[in-house]
């Protein structure tokens, strides 16, 4: 109905085009002003002490997930883990059956809310692990379930969702992790050195 709405209304493709980067720019301001510091320090803590991380994601969280985990595996000494990359929920259920207590699933569902992301938390949840959410409002299924929930509004006239702010939460975790690895500068310069060769200068 809403994408009805905004389509039937009058206006250019640039108008359409420009309304839809004031949305994301809309959801990403009001991320910033929602955060509170302990949520945000206990994520990256939990980040930082779990020996493995799982993530899980998919339909349009799944890029972001995918994102999340190229980030954290050159940051963190954990094995990070996008349990439902690329394959069945079988495969998903497996990884997420060897998870422990002193584990971290990083769960990110924004509407329409996957039911298979809140079936694989609450699984890990179950075996004991530590959960962190992204998602967008705390009316999210995955909210009361985390231990920690960093949240992204989502909005958009014309689309089902948003994942620019969820991406920036993402982007901002990897972030804060590089700060606080105490070889941090070592490790990018050594990853940078080491990949020289596939840049165009």
């Not at 620019?164 to 972030?175: E, G, K, M, N, R």
């Not at 690895?181 to 050594?190: F, H, M, N, Q, Y």
């Amino acid at each position: 109905d809403s994408f009805a709405g905004a389509r039937s209304a009058a206006g250019s493709t640039f108008a359409t085009f420009t309304a839809a980067l004031a949305d994301q720019n809309a959801n990403l301001q009001e991320a910033r002003d929602g955060l509170d510091e302990a949520s945000v320090t206990k994520a990256v803590e939990l980040l930082l002490k779990a020996p493995r991380v799982f993530i899980a994601a998919s339909g349009a969280s799944h890029h972001v997930a995918s994102f999340l985990e190229d980030g954290l595996a050159l940051y963190l000494d954990a094995d990070v883990i996008f349990a439902s990359s690329r394959t069945g929920p079988e495969r998903a259920i497996r990884h997420m059956m060897s998870a422990r207590p002193d584990d971290l699933v990083v769960a990110i569902s924004v509407p329409r809310y996957s039911r298979a992301t809140l079936d694989l938390a609450t699984f890990a949840k179950k075996r004991g692990a530590s959960l962190l959410a992204l998602t967008d409002s705390p009316t999210s299924p995955l909210a009361p379930a985390a231990d920690v929930t960093l949240f992204a509004p989502a909005r958009s006239r014309l689309l089902p969702n948003s994942p620019t702010a969820v991406f920036a939460l993402a982007d901002a975790l990897i972030a804060a992790v590089a700060r606080e690895r105490p070889d941090a500068v070592e490790a990018l310069k050594e990853l940078s050195e080491s990949l020289l060769w596939t840049f165009h200068q």
